[in-house]
């Protein structure tokens, strides 16, 4: 496989794609997940129910862990309940009890809380820049260490919930909105990494969290109001950048969130200010810091980035500074992929698209702004 750095041209010269549109009330959209016809349900209820049945069989899920989930669950019912319909739509949709999928998104908090090692995580690197040739920028490289594969999906979510128009997400079927990251119609682009929870405890999980703010937020200044005023599980960070410029990053340590504002920011999968996170148990885990003090040393040499730099970038797979392997995994090389490159750009409101390790060059073009639908299509290109 040849591995060369793309560096064509992105942005108009991109061919222009269609996402999964889902359009109405939450659950409406949630059970459109599995109208849509772009897979299987079986491989979907695979992926998730699946996993929630191994969990169970191997203990995870044991009477303490349902009694978290019981208590999470009555949370939700207070603090979010647009998020409970929309995965009760999307159990709806694929055949599934909503309990698995609801369970399902909460699997490594559990795991977390008996002090268990993850030896597959949902990895990243992932960073947000106030001023480019697009204006201000977010990316993202997802990675993942051998779950879900094939169910990840482009999807544009409208609906009377969501208060600017439609929203833009990366995302999986069988998850909530923005699973990976996304933008809305206002310019607020967000993207999450995974990074395991010191101490698990009862509040917003993060993936139901990140869509309510794309569906209700102007702002990273917004945005970031409702996290300081809210009571989180734990878990993972978050890089939010609005179409103003206002760029942050929120650490999940705890029930409450650490801020940082800061024109560039940057994230892995371990908090640059703990040792959590960033262990030896798998190929994501392994090579946090490398992939952190890689971004470290190169993004803040640039201040004014382009996307085609940007997706140069995310090709990396090695340095001559960083031992090991570095943003662009592949699976030879380990037991994680990357799955995909997202690059955001918030002043036209557009997402470019890497469907599988950027270093392939295939990319494509999605818009907040696309025609107009009253009704759901499936146009993913594979």
């Known amino acids: 496989m040849t591995r060369s750095n793309h560096t064509e041209p992105l942005g108009n010269s991109v061919a222009r794609a269609v996402p999964i549109r889902l359009i109405g009330d939450a659950q409406a959209r949630g059970r459109g997940h599995g109208l849509s016809g772009s897979m299987a349900a079986s491989t979907v209820r695979a992926a998730v129910a699946g996993q929630v049945e191994l969990a169970r069989a191997e203990g995870l899920i044991d009477a303490d862990g349902e009694a978290y989930l019981s208590e999470q669950r009555a949370f939700h019912d207070q603090a979010d309940p647009l998020s409970l319909q929309e995965i009760a739509g999307i159990a709806e949709g694929f055949g599934m009890a909503m309990a698995d999928v609801f369970a399902h998104l909460h699997l490594s908090l559990l795991r977390a809380r008996k002090r268990l090692v993850e030896t597959q995580q949902d990895g990243c690197s992932a ?30 979510h409208a609906g009377p919930d969501i208060e600017g128009g439609p929203m833009l997400c990366v995302g999986s079927l069988g998850s909530p909105a923005a699973y990976s990251s996304g933008i809305n119609a ?42 300081r005023a809210a009571t989180h599980a734990g878990g993972g960070s978050l890089i939010l950048v609005d179409r103003g410029g206002a760029v942050a990053c929120v650490d999940f340590t705890g029930p409450r969130a650490t801020v940082t504002a800061a024109p560039l920011v940057w994230r892995t999968n371990h908090y640059p200010q703990l040792a959590q996170g960033a262990g030896d148990g798998d190929s994501i885990s392994g090579t946090s810091r490398a992939r952190f003090t890689f971004l470290e040393r190169t993004l803040p040499r640039q201040t004014f980035w382009r996307p085609a730099e940007a997706a140069s970038l995310m090709t990396t797979h090695s340095s001559p500074f960083v031992e090991g392997s570095l943003l662009c995994a592949h699976r030879d090389t380990g037991a994680a992929e990357t799955l995909s490159c997202a690059i955001y750009t918030c002043r036209d409101g557009r997402l470019l698209f890497s469907d599988g390790n950027p270093c392939l060059g295939r990319w494509a073009r999605y818009d907040t702004d696309g025609p107009p639908s009253d009704g759901l299509a499936s146009a993913h290109p594979k």
Request: with cysteine.
């Open 186 to 227: 206002w310019g607020l682009a967000l993207a999450d990494t995974h990074i395991e929870a010191p101490q698990p405890g009862i509040g917003w999980l993060r993936y139901f969290l990140m869509t309510r703010l794309l569906a209700s937020c102007r702002s990273v200044v917004e945005a970031v109001a409702v996290i």
């Open 127 to 156: 960073w947000a820049i106030a001023a480019g040739s697009d204006g201000p920028m977010l990316v993202k490289n997802r990675d993942l260490a051998g779950r879900n594969f094939g169910v990840q999906r482009i999807m544009l």
